[in-house]
């Protein structure tokens, strides 16, 4: 805590980056009397420079919601009752430990919720419990989000998290395409002040074009807004390819060298003129050839594709032709085109070598086969593996930071499903929709008194930076989530629930380092692994952690080898951050592709292109549904702040003022999807295209036995409810969130 002396007594400030979303934020917390009082945006942030959020500008309701958990919860006679930790504790162990004895490891299901991309025990421990179990029954939100830029990344550049991120600051020309950034404040491009970023670009000269069926707060800003038939933007690109194609207007730029498979590229294309998708996407041919000259004719363009060019039919071919545009425009690894960040936790690279490339499918599901994608099945799956007897059935459950019954289709399914776990542990602050199936709730301090480091949210930035929060405040007589999470993992260890976390890092580290010091390209190659463990600095095992990847990183010291890199020590003398300068040119050393190429072809998305080929004869006449996230919304949680609660942040159902009058639709409809049906207050405005409706995703807070009072006052419904999950983006093991096919009508 750093004491800022001239306020009032008994208070003080801290800076923490704000947890809450991807854009990472810098926050100046007000402590007052050991709590904190307030928070505002810390203009000294070397990358936030005080931009803030209403969710930001609620740390502190949330931080001391009076429904959050302070003590664990263990089921007693049927009864989740508050306990003792080491109590807490003897039942986790004694519960999984049991399904592991009776069933084997592989017999536990894990599910990973979003907020794990935002913790330091979040990134650090949940692979450890995996490994530890020898589970296949691994799932996460990742197959309700991105999972099909994993798989478009690992397929053209040989690693799934080689993300390109669109460079905001210099980019003369921007295309978003399914994203509303102004809202969701980006999301796999780390930009704090999101919205300010493309005023400047506007300022500067620079064009924004927004593709969206709805009329977005981003679409508002934008130059131009087209508005396409939900899921059809891998056709809409396929078009844009095939333009550049036709008119000449393919320039590889810098990337010339190492691009591989542009000759099946262009062929593929040729069934994809704009005339031939028009129809299918809702959108002019001439509208799609202006987008493609614009594209190519700008000095730097980026294409930035998110949640609504992911989560539908063709997630992965989407995701992939996001790139091939700005491959085939020149855009890929140049100053204002897409870049790819250096975080300081990224190895340092070792040069350009051919890789092992990436695949799915090491292995299926057992019921319904879907393949393995990085080592996780589909949610969507995750109710019928745990309902299907026989070998391989899931017989116990650990959830950390997740609500898969509102955030996974078909909610209901996977409530009667978790319901009959033999043990289900949810490492979770809340008793919601999920957590109350659970027999051992074991709730983390609130983000006061929890460390921050983005590990993930590092390699998606905009500008590279480094920046730490230590917690604001002590903890108050329980664990951190760090400890939590370690004391399963020794759980499944064979060590004992009381043994001492301090053992799970200092394994990781000895094997991180045993490894690096016999890596000849490592910067630590040929040390002794002993003289470098000493050099870490004595505290909790997330922080050596930390300095360990720091050190062995792409800015780091080295262990001493590169004096005035990186440390952890550094980094806690810089606490408004470390700036590490715009994102720099990366080509060809990213590239583990086993040609060492950009691979523009590959053949899983090639056959994929088949399907997408067949889909442009259809024409639904009926409603599609999408999504949309809310400012004062954050998925299906923090719906029960006072702060964030009523207002517009409200669960309707947007329709277009034609729809409504032809089908007489006022004050509330009833949709049927092929998952159930929904009655819910109609919100009409022409910000929607024709025939296409929108639900918030995250409510539906009214079943019984959670503890969100706030929430429960205004529950909304489960939009999830209306899919019944059984469409997926084949290559990604997805779920189609976005563009499905309802029928709507007044509920009388
Ligand atoms: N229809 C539709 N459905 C969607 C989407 C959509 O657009 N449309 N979006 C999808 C997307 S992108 C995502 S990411 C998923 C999200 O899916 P989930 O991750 O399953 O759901 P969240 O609502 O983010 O749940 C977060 C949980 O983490 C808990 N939590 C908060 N902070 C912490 C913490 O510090 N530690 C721990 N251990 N727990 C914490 C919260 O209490 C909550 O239970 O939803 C998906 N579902
Ligand atoms: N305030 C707030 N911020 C959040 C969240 C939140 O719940 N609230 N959630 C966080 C999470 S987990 C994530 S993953 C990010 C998501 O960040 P974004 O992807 O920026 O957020 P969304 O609002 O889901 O934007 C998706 C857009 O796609 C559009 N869309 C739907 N279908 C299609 C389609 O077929 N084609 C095209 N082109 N567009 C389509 C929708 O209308 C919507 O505007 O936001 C994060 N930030
Ligand atoms: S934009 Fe995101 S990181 Fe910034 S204050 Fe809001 S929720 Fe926090
Ligand atoms: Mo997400």
Redesign the pocket.
Known sequence: MTDTGPAHAGSATALRI?P??E???GLTLTIDDGRVTGARGDRDDVFSAG???P??ASFAELDNDPDRLRAPMVRRDGVLTEVTWDEAFAAAAEGLGAAVRDHGGASVGVYLGNPNAHTVAGALYPPLIVRGLGTRHVYSASTLDQMPKHVSLGLMFGSPVAFTVPDLDRTDYLVIIGANPLVS?GSLATA?DFPGKLRRLRKRGGRLVVIDPARTRTAELADRHLAPRPGSDAALLFAVVHVLFAEGLVDLGTVGDHVAGLDELRSLATDFAPEAVAAYCGVDAADIETLARELAAAPTAAVYGRVGTSTVEFGTLGSWLVDVVNVLTGNLDRPGGVMFPMSPVAPAPRGHRPGRGFSTGRWHSRVSGHPEVLSELPVAALAEEIETPGEGQIKAMVTIAGNPVLSAPDGERLDRALDTVEFMISVDPYLNETTRHADVILPPPPPSQSPHFDFALNNLAVRNNARYSPPALPLQGRPDEAEILSRIALVLYGIGHDGDPALVDEQVIATTLTKETADANSPVAGRAVDELIALLPAGPGYERRLDMMLRIGAYGDAFGARPGGLTLAALKAAPHGIDLGPLQPRLPDLLRTPSGRIELAPPQLVSDAARLRDALGRRGDGFVLIGRRHLRSNNSWMHNLPALSGGSNRCTLQIHPDDASELGLTDTAIVKGPGGELVVPVEVTDDIRRGVLSLPHGWGHDRAGTGQTLAAAQPGVNVNQLNDGSVLDPLSGTSVLNGIPVVVGPAS
């Open positions: 704000c809450f979303c854009a990472t934020c931009f803030l959020c969710k930001g404040n704090a």
